[in-house]
């Protein structure tokens, strides 16, 4: 089994700060890239930035510079450090991971979403 459980959401003015955190766990998988991405209303879900294990990051243009992700490796936790928030990052947040064994990557999974509204 697979789970991913995001926490640290919540409400912060503009130009604020927030860190979200993500807690994986895995059976008979090794957790493989980790990642960030966010919903708005009445759209798709949308990418925001992914880590590997050894530390390769990817970002999003509209966050680069003002987000960065991060990741303990040992403890299947990854973090988004989100800084200089805007409006317009108001979503919903979900955590991502792959796992896999034998040298194949097995499933894509998502955490259940976790709040971050910005106000102006």
């Known amino acids: 089994q697979v789970r991913l459980v995001e926490s640290g959401g919540g409400l912060v003015q503009a130009g604020g700060s927030l860190t979200l955190s993500c807690a994986g766990s895995?059976?008979?998988?090794?957790?493989?890239?980790m990642g960030w991405y966010r919903q708005f209303p009445g759209k798709e879900r949308e990418f925001v930035a992914t880590i590997t294990r050894d530390g390769i990051t990817k970002y999003e243009d509209s966050v680069k510079g003002r987000f960065t992700i991060s990741r303990d490796v040992s403890k299947n936790t990854v973090y988004l450090r989100m800084s200089m928030l805007k409006p317009e990052d108001t979503a919903v947040y979900y955590c991502?991971?792959?796992?896999?064994?034998?040298?194949?990557?097995?499933?894509?999974?998502w955490g259940q979403g976790t709040q971050v509204t910005v106000s102006s």
């Open positions: 991502s991971a792959d796992v896999v064994r034998d040298e194949t990557v097995w499933g894509y999974y």
């Open positions: 895995a059976s008979n998988f090794v957790i493989n890239v």
